[in-house]
């Protein structure tokens, strides 16, 4: 026995909670590490490989791109549209040819592309949640 709450069983309320915080979560820290890319792109963080003139050319070609798609699909995931999540997978492959293609040129990144993994990994069971009660309510 489902209880309806306008419309909606509990468990799609409950699954459409849990997809819009985990957008909003992944969308604060892809905010941030595009900020990240920014602030090394103009030579605040010398720590690292010194702004863009005097990164390698592999880093040049890579850091304005993520730059650039990281804060896109923080706002893109924040307001729960769809092409967050699309924009966000495209920077999980971009990183994982990035960091398990060519790592002698661009280091090993483990603990990015696991919280990738993690992140896209529980979005992908919601979103299959979803699509199951979806067919199950117009089942009925």
């Known amino acids: 026995m489902t209880i309806e709450l306008s419309g909606e069983s509990k468990a ?12 909003r979560l992944a969308g604060l820290l892809l905010f941030s590490v595009g900020i990240f890319y ?3 792109l103009i030579g605040i963080d010398a720590a690292h490989l010194g702004r863009f003139d005097l990164m390698p050319i592999w880093w040049r070609i890579a ?12 706002i893109g995931l924040w307001m729960t549209a769809g092409w967050g999540a699309v924009i966000w997978v495209l920077i999980a492959i971009i990183e994982v040819v990035m960091h ?10 483990a603990l990015g592309l696991v919280a990738h993994a993690l992140g896209l990994g529980t979005l992908a069971v919601l979103r299959l949640l979803a699509w199951r009660e979806d067919g199950r309510r117009l089942g009925r």
Request: hydrophobic residues 50%; glycine residues 8%; positive net charge.
């Open 12 to 23: 799609t309320s409950l699954n459409r909670r849990l997809t819009v915080w985990l957008y």
């Open 38 to 40: 920014w602030v090394r």
């Open 63 to 74: 850091a304005p791109a993520l730059a650039v798609l990281y804060p896109v699909a923080g």
């Open 100 to 109: 398990l293609g060519f790592p002698d040129l661009f280091g090993p990144n």
